[in-house]
Each structure stands twice: as structure tokens, then as C-alpha cells.
């Protein structure tokens, strides 16, 4: 059986749902390139994590998102099941304060109809409160559309890549698309700093820089960069929302939400600011958006947490697209190459559904080849076991088994040592080659919580470093150019060389 060679570039949730789907088919050798030292550290990192219901793009206007959001939702149902995904589904309210607020109420009414997404419906007054009680009383009606869910997109992709991975899939970290090779008209491969990979299908999905990718051949287009701020509340303030709640969206965004998130904080963003074209890596806060989220969030319920009990405010990147449309083709000219590009929200909803077309639509039809599924194909993929969860019984037997359980290194999440190096043991699985603090973090939980690290940070840090066999100080805390440093402060600064972080 001949095999095409499939490279796709970028390990983000659209990168990583199109390598799980793909990863079914016998007949597909496919390789994941990501240019970061983990996975799903650009766009999908830092977004509102919401698995949007569908009814929010107009057909006429945004013809592929509306066709993939609603079913997208649908299959993130089974696919968290059968990955371990954490996922919650507790709905959502767009809030009407105007007349005019209800007219565009009734428009995204209409559709939700076409969409096919089911049961939405305008609430008003007693069925408004008793849905979210932490309403506004200037809330006059509400858009309840009861599929929409939450699901932390780092999650979603380390899953998807740790399930693609166990079925076959190649992933090679740090390595950077210098070119897309072509030759007579059709794409032979991709040139990195890591050497040549030889390709018959070469699939597009780098975020932010998937402009740049496809100007490679000669496929003109720009991704705007567009920065929403954010503010994460601790997960034991009492004013809270029951459901996602959030304003009517605009022409430049869905708008400002409040939402508990799955680990139980309370997230309150974005802003959305365009930004130059080099800009594509500031990630900065500003005072002036981060006050203006506040201000809007006030207006969408009676009681906002006190700002003391924010505990990090951060920004994220989205890729948008000329238009505001997505970017999903495959080209006669180079043949071979595909554009999953400017996936903007929704794509964390529709990445399932956009990998299932590029598939079965555009490799499978437009390209012409026959797809044959493996027998033997894994769907199923478990999670790290989280301590913190467990009954009391459950704790004792894991920590007889396994007395690293009983060492509890982050308190505010309760990680132990274990998960640690459960989670170290993963990311050496699934290759990738530099283990930093931010990786372990976004796979455990710890440091994600009150202290952000201040406590737990040098003791996770120890831990990884014994496994490893290095000092701590040679381990990254994210990107590969920050350290982390144990030792005296002022000794450190007294040096020439100085510290990125101590």
C-alpha cells in the first residue's frame, strides 16, 4: 500500500484535532512541526476557552465558521470523553440592556435556527435570574443557548497530540518551517532548522503565522494579530456565575465574558485591540484594556469578585484572518498544499468538525486520496490522574502505591509529586525535547493557583531537575530563554551574567 506523507505545521488545537484525525488512517504518515518547545503555546494557550454553541456567524458572512461551530460543539462531546478531557457544558447567556439589544437578540435567534443549533431561545426577567442569579437587574432579556461549554484549550491539545502520538504520529518540537519546497507544481516538503521533511500533503495550521507560511508559496494573504486581555479570579470567591455570560458581540468581537473556567476560577476577558502585523509575539498587558474589561464586566452582573481577588492578569493572541474569514482550502497550485489559517474563534468549538472536513473533503476528494482506516486505531486516551479530586479512600491506596502521592508540592492545587512526574514522563513520550516548568504547570494544574508559583515553584523545580539529572537552574520556565534560579538574589545580580527569573 502506497503511504502519502503528511507534514502539518503548528501544534495548536486545529494542528493537533487534524494530526488525531488523520493519525485513523493507515495509509497516512503524518508529522507535527511546532516551532514553540511545547504544544499549544500560541493562539490556543491564552483565549476565553469556550466551546461555542454555533449561533454567533452569519452563513453569508462567515459561511465557514457557521458551518463548523455547531457541529464542532456536537463532537467535543465524545471527544473529552474518549481523551479525558475535563469539559463542562453549563450554557450560555448573551445579555440584551436596550430595545436594541433585543432585536439583535432575535437576529442571532434566527440563526441558531439556521445554524442548527438547538434550543436557544430569549429569556427574560424570572427565567433570566433563575438561569443566572448573578444577573445585572439592568438586564432586561437574555439569548440562553444551553450547548455552549468549557473546556481549557491546553488541555484539549496536549490530549489530542498524546492520542495522535500513541497512534503513530511523528511530533518534533522546536523546529521551525524555513520553507515549503516545490517542485513541477506540487509540494515535495518543508525546510526547517532542523533539517528537510519530505511531504506529499503539506497542511497549514500555524496560527498566527500562517500568512507567512503561505506566502512560502505564493499564496498571498495577512493574519492580524489581535490581543485580548484577561483577569483570572480565585476559584474561592463568592460572586460567581452559574452560566457564561457575556455582552451582545460586535463587528471586532464576541464581546466581553464571564465564566467559571474548569478548574473553578473565575475568568473575565478580552478586550480586543488589532495590532501590527510584526507584532505577532506581544503578549503585554495594558492598564487601559484591562480597566476597560472591568468596566464592562461590571455591567454584566450584580456582583463582580473584589479586585483583590484577582490572582493573574495575562493576554492572548488571535490569528485573524482577512474578513474575519477562515482560511480552509486546498490548492491545485502548489497541489498538495492545504490552509487550515486564520482560525480565529470559533475554531477551538470547530476544530474537531474542520479536521474531519480537511479529511475526508479536501484530502480524501480534492486530492483524491482513498483513506483507509486502521483496524487497530486508539480513540482513547486517560488523563493524569488528579489528586486533588480524589475521595480520601482513593488517596490512601495511591499514596500506598506510590508514596510520591503523598508529597504534596503545590498547595493550592494540591499536586503532588507524582503528577509531576507523570507529567514529565508524557512530554518525554511524546517527544518533546526541552521539559519546562510551564509544561508540567499546564499539565498538573500546579502553580496555576493563588501564589502563581511563588511557593511551589523551586520545589517543583527541584523535582524536575532530579529527574532529569541537571541543576535546576538549566530548566526553562516557558519559552526556552527564561531560567529559573535558586540561589541568593542579590548574588545572582552582583554577577555580569544575571537571571531572567529568581
Request: with cysteine; glycine share 8%.
Amino acid at each position: 500500500m502506497e503511504k502519502k506523507k503528511v507534514v502539518i505545521i503548528g501544534a495548536g488545537v486545529v494542528g493537533s484535532a487534524i494530526a488525531r484525525v488523520l493519525s485513523r488512517y493507515e495509509n497516512l504518515e503524518v508529522t507535527v512541526l511546532e516551532r514553540n518547545i511545547d504544544v499549544g503555546w500560541g493562539t490556543s494557550k491564552a483565549n476565553s476557552a469556550v466551546v461555542h454553541p454555533g449561533h454567533e456567524d452569519d452563513q453569508k458572512k462567515y459561511p465557514l465558521r457557521a458551518k463548523f461551530c455547531a457541529k464542532g460543539n456536537r463532537i467535543w462531546h465524545s471527544w473529552a470523553e474518549e481523551l479525558d478531557v475535563p469539559i463542562k457544558w453549563p450554557g450560555e447567556i448573551m445579555l440584551a440592556f436596550s430595545v436594541r439589544d433585543l432585536e439583535k437578540l432575535q437576529y442571532y435567534l434566527d440563526l441558531a435556527e439556521k445554524n442548527g443549533v438547538p434550543d436557544v431561545k430569549i429569556v427574560y426577567q424570572d427565567e433570566l435570574r433563575e438561569l443566572e442569579p448573578n444577573v445585572s437587574p439592568d438586564a432586561i432579556a437574555g439569548l440562553w443557548a444551553p450547548t455552549a461549554g468549557l473546556l481549557a484549550p491546553w488541555d484539549a491539545v496536549i490530549s489530542l497530540i498524546e492520542n495522535s502520538v500513541d497512534n503513530g504520529v511523528k511530533l518534533h518540537t522546536e523546529t521551525e518551517v524555513k520553507d515549503v519546497v516545490v517542485e513541477d507544481g506540487k509540494v515535495k516538503g518543508v525546510q526547517t532548522n532542523n533539517g528537510f521533511f519530505e511531504a506529499d500533503i503539506v497542511i497549514n495550521a500555524a496560527g498566527l503565522y500562517a500568512d507567512v507560511i503561505s506566502k512560502k508559496v505564493g499564496i498571498n494573504f495577512d493574519i492580524t494579530p489581535r490581543k485580548g486581555e484577561y483577569y483570572l479570579i480565585d476559584e474561592d470567591v463568592k460572586e460567581r456565575v452559574k452560566r457564561i455570560v457575556h455582552q451582545v458581540p460586535t463587528e471586532l468581537t464576541k464581546g466581553v465574558y464571564i465564566s467559571e473556567t474548569v478548574e473553578g476560577n473565575i475568568l473575565i476577558g478580552p478586550s480586543a485591540v488589532n495590532l501590527p502585523l510584526d507584532a505577532k509575539d506581544d503578549v503585554s498587558t495594558t492598564e487601559k484594556y484591562l480597566d476597560y474589561i472591568w468596566e464592562s464586566a461590571k455591567k454584566l452582573v450584580a456582583k463582580l469578585p473584589p479586585k483583590s481577588s484577582v490572582i493573574k492578569t495575562f493576554a492572548g493572541l488571535r490569528a485573524e484572518p482577512p474578513s474575519g474569514r477562515w482560511i480552509i482550502e486546498a490548492y491545485d497550485n502548489p497541489k498538495g498544499f492545504i490552509n487550515a489559517a486564520g482560525m480565529r474563534s470559533p475554531a477551538l468549538a470547530s476544530s474537531p468538525a474542520v479536521a474531519e472536513y480537511i479529511a475526508k473533503e479536501l484530502i480524501g476528494k480534492k486530492l483524491g486520496v482513498e483513506l483507509v482506516e486502521k483496524k487497530n486505531w486508539n480513540p482513547y486516551r486517560k488523563g493524569i490522574k488528579k489528586f486533588k479530586i480524589l475521595d480520601d479512600k482513593e488517596k490512601e491506596r495511591l499514596i500506598k502505591e506510590n508514596p510520591k502521592y503523598g508529597n504534596v508540592l503545590c498547595m493550592c492545587k494540591e499536586v503532588t509529586e507524582a503528577e509531576i512526574i507523570e507529567a514529565i514522563e508524557r512530554m518525554k513520550k511524546i517527544g518533546i525535547k526541552t521539559i519546562s516548568l510551564d509544561g508540567v504547570k499546564f499539565r498538573t494544574t500546579s502553580m496555576f493557583g493563588w501564589c502563581q508559583g511563588s511557593f511551589c515553584r523551586v520545589r517543583i523545580a527541584r523535582v524536575v531537575a532530579n529527574y532529569l539529572g541537571i541543576p535546576e537552574w538549566e530548566i526553562p520556565v516557558k519559552d526556552g530563554k527564561t531560567s529559573y534560579g535558586v540561589g541568593d538574589v542579590k548574588a545572582f545580580f552582583n554577577t555580569k551574567q544575571g537571571v531572567d527569573e529568581a
